[in-house]
């Protein structure tokens, strides 16, 4: 069992940076694939950036690239997502998620929002023009 739990939404005016994190709760956290996804009301969960086990390889949307950043810190159980420049469209709920599983490589598919068995809750994220 692995629990996730998501920090550092908030509301924030457009061009603001903002940092989200993700704790976790497992001691075999740095065997996952970590993954950001959102999702806006009314709009079905977007796949946002995706680290790899040892934090060597990151994958990002396009909407996001040269914007976000993931990165991890195994000693400490935590996945960040560093948000600069945010856009009124960024505005939604950041969710992370953990692939425990291991059956697939990093690059295969870190997208796929089916490869994640486990979820956190969530933290709101609003961008004010």
């Known amino acids: 069992q692995v629990q996730l739990v998501e920090s550092g939404g908030g509301l924030v005016q457009a061009g603001a940076s903002l940092r989200l994190s993700c704790a976790a709760s497992?001691?075999?956290?740095?065997?996952?694939?970590i993954g950001w996804f959102r999702q806006a009301p009314r709009e079905e969960r977007e796949f946002v950036a995706a680290?790899?086990?040892?934090?060597?390889?990151?994958y990002y949307a396009d909407s996001v690239k040269g914007r976000f950043t993931i990165s991890r810190d195994n000693a400490k159980n935590m996945v960040y997502q560093d948000m600069k420049t945010v856009k009124v469209e960024d505005t939604a709920g950041y969710y992370c998620?953990?692939?425990?599983?291991?059956?697939?490589?990093?690059?295969?598919?870190?997208?796929?929002?089916?490869?994640?068995?486990?979820w956190g809750q969530g933290t709101q994220v609003t961008v004010s023009a």
């Open positions: 497992s001691p075999t956290f740095s065997d996952y694939t």
């Open positions: 680290v790899s086990p040892i934090g060597s390889s990151t």
């Open positions: 998620a953990a692939d425990t599983t291991q059956r697939q490589a990093f690059n295969t598919a870190p997208m796929d929002s089916l490869r994640y068995d486990y």
